[in-house]
Structures are given as C-alpha cells and as structure tokens.
C-alpha cells in the first residue's frame, strides 16, 4: 500500500518532469535555429510554403497512387495547379535565400557550401521540370523551344558545376561529416559516401540526360505525347503524372538532406538521426526515379 501511495504521489512529478524537458527541447531548438544572424527571415517563410503545398501535393498523388485507378491516378488535377505555384515560388526562394546562406555561414568551409548549393540547384531543377511536365497552362510556356533550352541549359550549367564540385571533392564531404567523439569502424568512408555524397551526386546523370532529350533532340510537345504512347504501349495510363509527381519527391530529397545536415551542425541532431533523415526522404526519390527511366527509355526509339 505504501508503494502504490508513492506511486501515485510520484506520478504527477513525472508528469512536470516530461514537461519541463519537452519545454526545454523546444527552446533549445528555437534559440538554434531562430538566431540573430538567421532570424525568421524568407528563407523560413519559403520552407513554410514549400512544406505544405508539397504536402498537399505528394499527398495527392501517393493517394491516387495508391487507393485510385490508373486512369484516376494519370489525370493530374486541376485543383492543385495554384498549390503547385505556391511550391514553385517557395521553392525559388528557398533556393535563393540557401545561396546567402551558403556563402554567408559556410564560407570557410568551400566544399560544404558547393555541397548545400549543389543540393539547392538539384531541388530547384525538379521543381522547374515538374512546371514544364505538367498539364496546367504554366507549363505551355516551355512549349517555345527557345525558352525551354534556355532554362534546361542554366539548370544544367549550375547542377554539373556544384555537384561535379561535390564528387571531386568527395574524400573531404565525408571526413567533413566524420563523428570525431564516435570511434572510427571499418567501412565508415563507404557508408559516408553513400549517406552524404550519392543523394547529391545520383540525379546528374538524369538531369543532363532529360535536358538532352527534352530540349535539344526533340521539345515538350514530342515529350508529352511520348508520354501518352508510352501509355498506350504499357496499356495502363499515367506516365505524365508519374513523371510530374516525381519530380516533386526528388525535390523534397534535395530539400530534406539540407536541412537534416543543418540540423546535425546546430548539434539538435545525431548522426545517425541525420542519415536516417536523409535515407528517408532520397530513398523513395532513387525509386521513383529509376522506375519512371527505365519505362521512359524501353519505349524511347521505338518508331511510331
């Protein structure tokens, strides 16, 4: 009885206790992250913006994906069009604000800045190519050749610079990111390599290969009836929407390493937490993004 009479005296304590400490973790956070040099500027408006409309979007399509046919999943719908420019306007001034922030607070460290701007460039490509995808009239825009290579071609430029940056690099991102209060293991290099380097370095290869195909040996309009053929080859419909809502994961991939990185350098986060952050969000974007290749490409030189 005595016990039990402590026990439930207790209890209450550990109530305060847990809630003192969730208090305590949340100023903690706050003071990291909201400081004097980086206050609640627009970079922090942007991601508010750019967070929930992907939300909306990915959501969107994971639901049509999954739980809808594939004639349902295949009509992009109409009411996401002004969500889909809310994420594209976040999404540039998100990027734009990363380039002050990069030169800003990593200025002594030249290849981490190359790495975060290389990160920024590739979110920023996805969100352009999934405007120029999609089936709304903003995307009409690109159907001048003139236009659409010219932003394929800066889009281009700026990816191959900073992420060819990162793979010189390489040796030094990875002993960049080392946990020197962790004791050294073998094979720590190669995993490094694949948790900090390859999610930057994997969409190259697709980015310079997109712009090739889409703007210099053929144009939007030949892409999306490509689209469209391919759907009738495969007899279940939806390569366009595919295309477009994978764009906005290979974003969010691009996005969400940056800001798990961050959070390991403001000491919110372990490095194990930061991996595993970085694993979750560019896992299903490689996924996605091999599947929507290897269709597109089986039916890129059949005749029709």
């Given at each position: 009885?005595?016990?039990?009479?402590?026990?439930?005296?207790?209890?209450?304590?550990s109530?305060?206790?847990?809630?003192?400490?969730?208090?305590?973790?949340?100023d903690?956070?706050?003071?990291?992250?909201?400081?004097?040099?980086?206050?609640?500027?627009?970079?922090?408006?942007?991601c508010?913006?750019?967070?929930?409309?992907?939300?909306?979007?990915?959501?969107?399509?994971?639901?049509?994906?999954?739980?809808?046919?594939?004639?349902?999943?295949?009509?992009?719908?109409?009411?996401?069009?002004p969500?889909?420019?809310v994420?594209?306007?976040?999404?540039?001034?998100?990027?734009?604000?990363?380039?002050?922030?990069?030169?800003?607070?990593?200025?002594?460290?030249?290849?981490?800045?190359?790495?975060?701007?290389?990160?920024?460039?590739?979110?920023?490509?996805?969100?352009?190519?999934?405007?120029w995808?999609?089936p709304?009239?903003?995307?009409?825009?690109?159907?001048?050749?003139?236009?659409?290579?010219?932003?394929?071609?800066?889009?281009?430029?700026?990816?191959?610079?900073?992420?060819?940056?990162?793979?010189?690099?390489?040796?030094?991102?990875?002993?960049?990111?080392?946990?020197?209060k962790?004791?050294?293991?073998?094979?720590?290099?190669?995993?490094?390599?694949?948790?900090?380097?390859?999610?930057?370095?994997?969409?190259?290869?697709?980015?310079?290969?997109?712009?090739?195909?889409?703007?210099?040996?053929?144009?939007?309009?030949?892409?999306?009836?490509?689209?469209?053929?391919?759907?009738?080859?495969?007899?279940?419909?939806?390569?366009?929407?595919?295309?477009?809502?994978?764009?906005?994961?290979?974003?969010?991939?691009?996005?969400?390493?940056?800001?798990?990185?961050?959070?390991?350098?403001?000491?919110?986060?372990s490095?194990?937490?930061?991996?595993?952050?970085?694993?979750?969000?560019?896992?299903?974007?490689?996924?996605?993004s091999?599947?929507?290749?290897?269709?597109?490409?089986?039916?890129?030189?059949?005749?029709?």
């Amino acid at each position: 009885l005595i016990s039990n009479d402590m026990a439930i005296e207790a209890s209450p304590q550990s109530d305060e206790v847990v809630f003192e400490k969730t208090v305590k973790t949340i100023d903690i956070w706050k003071r990291r992250l909201i400081t004097r040099e980086d206050p609640l500027s627009l970079h922090k408006l942007g991601c508010l913006g750019y967070t929930i409309s992907s939300a909306i979007l990915l959501g969107t399509g994971l639901e049509r994906l999954f739980f809808m046919s594939p004639q349902e999943f295949a009509v992009v719908p109409a009411f996401l069009e002004p969500t889909m420019l809310v994420f594209t306007v976040s999404n540039i001034i998100m990027c734009a604000a990363s380039v002050r922030m990069a030169y800003v607070f990593r200025r002594g460290d030249m290849t981490a800045r190359n790495a975060f701007l290389g990160t920024g460039v590739s979110s920023l490509f996805s969100g352009f190519f999934m405007v120029w995808i999609s089936p709304f009239v903003e995307g009409d825009i690109f159907n001048n050749l003139f236009i659409s290579r010219a932003c394929f071609a800066v889009m281009v430029a700026l990816n191959t610079f900073f992420i060819a940056d990162t793979i010189v690099s390489t040796e030094k991102v990875v002993e960049g990111r080392r946990d020197r209060k962790a004791d050294d293991y073998k094979g720590r290099v190669l995993m490094d390599t694949l948790g900090y380097v390859f999610p930057v370095v994997w969409g190259l290869p697709l980015i310079i290969s997109t712009a090739v195909i889409a703007s210099v040996l053929h144009d939007r309009p030949w892409f999306l009836d490509q689209c469209q053929f391919i759907d009738q080859q495969t007899g279940t419909p939806g390569m366009q929407a595919h295309i477009f809502y994978q764009q906005l994961s290979t974003s969010l991939g691009a996005s969400y390493a940056s800001l798990f990185v961050t959070l390991r350098d403001k000491k919110l986060v372990s490095k194990m937490q930061e991996l595993v952050g970085i694993t979750v969000f560019a896992t299903p974007a490689l996924v996605w993004s091999i599947y929507t290749t290897v269709i597109f490409t089986r039916y890129l030189f059949v005749s029709h």
